[in-house]
Structures are given as structure tokens and as C-alpha cells.
């Protein structure tokens, strides 16, 4: 566990003595000289392959529900530099009371979900995975080490840390995650080689659709199976109060029902990506049921976790 803790402590230095070049440094990477070669290799990296949508979801069901929970806590509070002890008290929210709060919830209506944790984050508050588990088809899933910024760390830190988060968690719940979320959902250049070689199922940081679809890597098809996910359906940029792009939890609801119906209409997927330190409050949590309700108030609708949707969609329809 000390090996956890000291590389921990290092990728939080080297996140800070590594910032990104300014727009001053990159002036003079002209873009619109690059040979259309340049353009490829950078979009061929990750691309979505073949759509994934059954053409029914489990128990003849018409869309799936998705809920996500991206259980962070203090490990954000490192993104720029030393924290402030005040940062941190709001991210132990999140363990200390939402977390409860939000399986409080899901038990009620028996609705499942997945818990994106980072390692560090599982580590600080153990008892989070036994609160998880009084739900037993809740689902534990990869979230980073400690929220890392994937493309500030050197290809072989982020591959060691990977593969000991994934440890981490089977270690700390008994479970062995199949699931991968990148941190912020951002991958660096070897984020997709890493993730495959570990073996993961399922991937959920892409934004290419609203559907389930195969995960290309480098041109190659990769047999993972991409669960997209969208700024419009992540309650962290629309619930922070302290962040540009606050909205009223009420106006959120209505913009979350729309996405809802369209998808319902479609016969496809709603994902919602949700963080406990910021749906778990009491306002919050009013609306994330009112959503529930809403959503159980159609016919032929199917919650699952990640894990079960991938497992469904890869032998519903399959890789070519």
C-alpha cells in the first residue's frame, strides 16, 4: 500500500511541474500548413467502428437506462496543485453523506448503476464499497488512480497505474472491474493501447454517438465496446455553483427528460454520467428522482449497468 501512496504523491508533482504548453508556445504549429497525413493519424487514433444497438434491449425492452456515478471525492481537488483543506472537506461529502444519499436512492426505486472510482478515492473511504453493495447489481468500474490528467503523465506511469487501480478495487470489493472510464475523459496517445492490453470490456469516455459502439484504435477494430457519453448528460459542469456553466437543477431536468424521450423514441441508449459530491446534495437529489420517476413512468424500459449493456450488446450483435 506504501508503493500506492508514495507514486501517488509523485504523479501529483509531476501533474504540477508538467503544464501544457501555452498558445504562445504553440503559434508557431500552424495548422492549416499540416499535410492532410497529420490530420488523419490524429482523428484515426480513436474512432467509433460498428454500431452496437440491438435491435431490442433485455425483456423486449425499447431503450436502456444507463446511471453512471463518478465517485471522485478528494481526488479532483489535486487537478491544480496542493489543495486547500476546504477543497478537500467538500470532496469527503461525497463518502461521508451523497454516496449514501444516492444508493438510499437507487435501492428505493431498485435501479442499478455503475461506480467509476478512482483507486486513491476507494482507498480514502473504504466503507463506500460495502454502501455500494447493498444493491447487489451495482457495478464497480476503473476511474484512474487519483483523477489523473492522463496526458501530463508518461505512457509507462499511466500504463503502471491502469493496472494498479484495476487492482485496487478487485482488492477493496471483492470484484474484478471489467469497466474503464477515463479521468475528465480525457485519453492520452497510449490510453487505447493501455486499455486493451489490460483487457478491459467496455470503454466509457467517447462522445462519437448517443449508441453503443466498437472502439477502433489506430484503424484496427479493438472487440471493446464504447458506452459514449456526453457533456449534456454529466452533471459536473451544470451542478458545480462555483463553475461558468451553472444551471438551475430544475431547468437540468427538463433538458435530461428531452434527451430521455428522443432516446426512448429511438429505440437506443440514455447515459447519464453523475458525480456524488455534486448530485448527492438535497437539491440535487429531489430532481435525479423526479428523473427516476419519470423515466419508469414509460413502458418497456430496461436499467442496466455498464457491465450488463456491454455483455448484451456484444452477443446480441457482436464484432465482425
Not at 460495502?130 to 489523473?148: C, D, S, T, Y
Request: with cysteine; aromatic share 10%; hydrophobic share 40%.
Amino acid at each position: 500500500m506504501k508503493k500506492f501512496l508514495i507514486l501517488s504523491l509523485s504523479l501529483i508533482v509531476l501533474s504540477c511541474n508538467n503544464p501544457q504548453p501555452t498558445a504562445t508556445e504553440k503559434q508557431e504549429d500552424q495548422k492549416w500548413t499540416w499535410e492532410t497525413e497529420r490530420f488523419e493519424k490524429a482523428v484515426n487514433q480513436v474512432r467509433a467502428g460498428k454500431d452496437l444497438t440491438p435491435k431490442s434491449w433485455p425483456n423486449g425492452a425499447k431503450v436502456a437506462v444507463l446511471l453512471s456515478f463518478d465517485v471522485d471525492n478528494e481526488t479532483v481537488a489535486w487537478w491544480d496543485g496542493e489543495p486547500t483543506i476546504s477543497d478537500l472537506s467538500r470532496g469527503e461529502y461525497g463518502s461521508r453523506v451523497a454516496l449514501r444519499r444516492v444508493v438510499d436512492l437507487l435501492e428505493k426505486h431498485e435501479v442499478p448503476a455503475s461506480f467509476f472510482i478512482p483507486a486513491l478515492s476507494l482507498h480514502l473511504a473504504p466503507q463506500m464499497a460495502n454502501e455500494i453493495k447493498r444493491l447487489p447489481r451495482h457495478e464497480f468500474a476503473v476511474h484512474g488512480w487519483i483523477h489523473e490528467r492522463n496526458t501530463r503523465v508518461p505512457a509507462d506511469k499511466e500504463r503502471e497505474m491502469v493496472i494498479n487501480s484495476k487492482k485496487m478495487l478487485t482488492d477493496l470489493t471483492g470484484e474484478t472491474p471489467v469497466g474503464y472510464r477515463a479521468p475528465s475523459w480525457n485519453f492520452s496517445a497510449a490510453t487505447p493501447d493501455i486499455i486493451k492490453e489490460v483487457g478491459f470490456l467496455y470503454e466509457s469516455s467517447m462522445m462519437a454517438d448517443d449508441r453503443p459502439y466498437e472502439l477502433v484504435i489506430n484503424g484496427e477494430p479493438s472487440g471493446i465496446v464504447e458506452l459514449p457519453v456526453e457533456w449534456i448528460l454529466d452533471d459536473a459542469p451544470l451542478l458545480n455553483p462555483r463553475g461558468s456553466s451553472y444551471a438551475n437543477p430544475r431547468e437540468l431536468l427538463e433538458v435530461l427528460k428531452d434527451e430521455f424521450d428522443v432516446a426512448y423514441e429511438e429505440g437506443t441508449m440514455f447515459l447519464m454520467t453523475m458525480h456524488p459530491h455534486y448530485s448527492g446534495h438535497r437539491s440535487r437529489i429531489v430532481v435525479l428522482e423526479e428523473l427516476i420517476k419519470y423515466i419508469k413512468s414509460k413502458d418497456k424500459v430496461w436499467f442496466g449497468t455498464h457491465q450488463e449493456a456491454a455483455e448484451y450488446v456484444k452477443a446480441e450483435v457482436g464484432f465482425d
